[in-house]
């Protein structure tokens, strides 16, 4: 079992920077794909990024690409988001999300290949 504590969220302005992070429990963080999604206010979730489990294969969503970056750091069972330049329609709550065990290179887009999700931190962007 896996269990995954999101932190960093909060009330920022446009044009601001946050840095998202997740910490995973258990041994076999080193062997999951890492992702994080998103879901706003009556919107279904969504894809923002994704990290190979040894960090070395990296996916973003169109709609951040240049703005977010996706890390890991195995050695601190944590993942981070950092989003730059934040938009009011980056406004959502962020899901830290672990694959089952893998020895893929993969990092996969699609939510259904994640067996465990966080509760969720709110990011707020005010214009």
């Known amino acids: 079992q896996v269990q995954l504590v999101e932190s960093g969220g909060g009330l920022v302005q446009a044009g601001d920077s946050l840095r998202l992070s997740c910490v995973a429990s258990?041994?076999?963080?080193?062997?999951?794909?890492m992702a994080w999604f998103r879901q706003a206010p009556g919107k279904d979730r969504e894809f923002v990024a994704a990290?190979?489990?040894?960090?070395?294969?990296?996916n973003y969503a169109d709609s951040v690409k240049g703005r977010v970056t996706i890390s890991r750091d195995n050695t601190k069972n944590a993942v981070h988001l950092q989003i730059n330049s934040l938009k009011p329609e980056d406004t959502a709550v962020y899901y830290c999300a672990a694959s089952p065990s893998s020895s893929s290179y993969a990092a996969y887009i699609s939510e259904n290949k994640y067996s465990y999700w966080g509760q969720g931190t709110q990011v707020t962007v005010s214009s």
């Open positions: 258990g041994r076999t963080f080193s062997n999951r794909v």
């Open positions: 990290i190979s489990s040894g960090g070395g294969n990296k």
